[in-house]
């Protein structure tokens, strides 16, 4: 434990402690998803109290505890991952039957979003037991406060979470287009050594906007937004973009234009500004394909003026 923390598990217990944390109960609980310092007071007050920990990787949870000034024995610390989720949740069942009180964490953020955790609240309390869930840190809720998303021109708010798209190239391609015609905001997650094949796949969408969490809340954290078709040269531009997790917002589909719009903002742009950035402008404001709208510009370039 750093001395940094001692006030802060100090704190938790005063803080913390007059609360009601009833037994035979599994308590969800929400850890840093980078900067140690996001753990919540009521965190760190319940992983001391806990009887039990279930956790998605033993050892990275026992050197999060250690951080915090918290000590659990190996045998208190109970493994509950992706691949044995639905055998450890009858282990977890067994301590609270017993009248422990078990939290559990995954490896970073909030359980059962994209990490392990919902199956377990689920047969919880399918047994008629309580899960308690104690909020806190998610790439989720971080990247979308830093997107600054609008609703679409639809007037459709809200946001969808999708994390992870698939790994195959045809199965990614198809959820792309998917997302093409999904009128609000997107939620999407991205290991680093795939982050170029997940650029490449986004290109279709052309001018939709795309913010770009990666490293969230730690020291090299970056946030960019990026039109879907310059995510690769973004990437291209340093190759420290490459490393890191990341969490992305596809921000709302732009309103439809009408038929003939696009080609009469195309020509105002045109009249003020060199072609290709009139073309990008107009790509911007009316979502359609920056390549068809060069083609049209090129058109409207060489007809002659109207009267």
Same mark, same amino acid.
């Given at each position: 434990?750093?001395?940094?923390?001692?006030?802060? !598990?100090?704190?938790?217990?005063?803080?913390?402690?007059?609360?009601?944390?009833?037994?035979?109960?599994?308590?969800?609980?929400?850890?840093?998803?980078?900067?140690?310092?996001?753990?919540?007071? %009521?965190?760190?007050?319940?992983?001391?109290?806990?009887?039990?920990?279930?956790?998605?990787?033993?050892?990275?949870?026992?050197?999060?505890?250690?951080?915090?000034?918290?000590?659990?024995?190996?045998?208190?610390?109970?493994?509950?991952?992706?691949?044995?989720?639905?055998?450890?949740?009858?282990?977890?069942?067994?301590?609270?039957?017993?009248?422990?009180?078990?939290?559990?964490?995954?490896?970073?953020?909030?359980?059962?979003?994209?990490?392990?955790?919902?199956?377990?609240?689920?047969?919880?309390?399918?047994?008629?037991? %309580?899960?308690?869930?104690?909020?806190?840190?998610?790439?989720?809720?971080?990247?979308?406060?830093?997107?600054?998303?609008?609703?679409?021109?639809?007037?459709?708010?809200?946001?969808?979470?999708?994390?992870?798209?698939?790994?195959?190239?045809?199965?990614?391609?198809?959820?792309?287009?998917?997302?093409?015609?999904?009128? %609000?905001?997107?939620?999407? !997650?991205?290991?680093?050594?795939?982050?170029?094949?997940?650029?490449?796949?986004? *290109?279709?969408?052309?001018?939709?906007?795309?913010?770009?969490?990666?490293?969230?809340?730690?020291?090299?954290?970056?946030?960019?937004?990026?039109?879907? @078709?310059?995510?690769?040269?973004?990437?291209?531009? @340093?190759?420290?973009?490459?490393?890191?997790?990341?969490?992305?917002?596809?921000?709302?589909?732009?309103?439809?234009?009408?038929?003939?719009? @696009?080609?009469?903002? !195309?020509?105002?742009?045109?009249?003020?500004?060199?072609? *290709?950035?009139?073309?990008?402008?107009?790509?911007?404001?009316?979502?359609?394909? %920056?390549?068809?709208?060069?083609?049209?510009?090129?058109?409207?370039?060489?007809?002659?003026?109207?009267?």
């Amino acid at each position: 434990m750093t001395s940094s923390y001692t006030a802060a !598990l100090s704190a938790a217990h005063d803080a913390a402690a007059d609360q009601h944390y009833p037994p035979s109960t599994l308590y969800v609980v929400a850890t840093p998803i980078g900067n140690l310092a996001d753990i919540t007071l %009521r965190a760190l007050h319940v992983l001391a109290l806990a009887d039990a920990i279930a956790c998605e990787d033993t050892r990275h949870t026992q050197t999060l505890l250690r951080a915090y000034g918290i000590d659990k024995s190996t045998s208190q610390l109970i493994a509950l991952h992706q691949h044995n989720e639905e055998q450890a949740a009858q282990v977890v069942i067994d301590h609270l039957r017993q009248g422990q009180r078990v939290a559990y964490v995954s490896d970073a953020g909030t359980p059962g979003v994209s990490d392990p955790g919902a199956r377990l609240v689920a047969a919880v309390r399918a047994q008629g037991l %309580r899960a308690m869930p104690l909020p806190g840190a998610s790439s989720v809720t971080t990247v979308l406060s830093a997107a600054g998303v609008s609703e679409a021109g639809g007037g459709a708010g809200g946001f969808v979470f999708v994390g992870f798209l698939p790994n195959k190239a045809g199965e990614r391609a198809l959820a792309v287009q998917v997302l093409a015609a999904q009128e %609000r905001a997107v939620v999407l !997650l991205e290991a680093p050594h795939r982050i170029e094949a997940f650029a490449q796949a986004m *290109k279709p969408l052309g001018a939709r906007l795309i913010t770009v969490g990666r490293e969230l809340t730690k020291q090299f954290e970056e946030i960019a937004t990026v039109s879907a @078709d310059a995510l690769s040269d973004w990437l291209a531009q @340093d190759s420290n973009r490459l490393r890191g997790e990341f969490a992305l917002v596809l921000h709302p589909a732009p309103a439809a234009v009408e038929a003939g719009q @696009d080609s009469r903002i !195309l020509k105002l742009l045109l009249e003020q500004l060199p072609l *290709k950035t009139a073309v990008k402008l107009a790509a911007d404001i009316t979502g359609e394909p %920056r390549n068809a709208l060069y083609e049209l510009a090129l058109s409207i370039k060489g007809a002659p003026a109207a009267d």
